[in-house]
């Protein structure tokens, strides 16, 4: 069994910055993927960014160059460091990521969501 707790979400002003935490655990292997998506109500899950195991990243075209994915693989936890943050960025943000298991198997889990709000 493998879970995602997300944490560092708030209220922030217009040109702030917050930065969100992922932290997996459970028996895991290796992470080959994780990714941060977000999703407004009445909206579908969209993709703020992906990476994978290698340094590949994959940006929405709203977030280039305001935000950035991390992750610290000792910890087994990805960040997502937002900055320049816009009214239009308030979301609910969730973490996706693809583990394998100790037993080896393939597992792909989202956390439980943590809301930004960027307002004045």
């Known amino acids: 069994q493998v879970q995602l707790v997300e944490s560092g979400g708030g209220l922030v002003q217009p040109g702030g910055s917050l930065r969100l935490s992922c932290a997996a655990s459970g028996s895991i292997f290796s992470i080959y993927a994780m990714a941060w998506y977000r999703q407004a109500p009445g909206k579908q899950r969209e993709l703020v960014v992906s990476?994978?195991?290698?340094?590949?990243?994959n940006y929405a075209d709203s977030v280039k160059g305001r935000f950035t994915i991390s992750r610290d693989n000792a910890k087994n936890t990805g960040y997502l460091q937002m900055d320049s943050l816009k009214p239009e960025d308030t979301d609910v943000y969730y973490c996706?990521?693809?583990?394998?298991?100790?037993?080896?198997?393939?597992?792909?889990?989202w956390g439980q969501g943590t809301q930004v709000t960027v307002s004045s």
């Open positions: 990476a994978v195991s290698g340094g590949r990243t």
């Open positions: 996706h990521a693809t583990v394998q298991t100790i037993a080896r198997v393939k597992n792909n889990v």
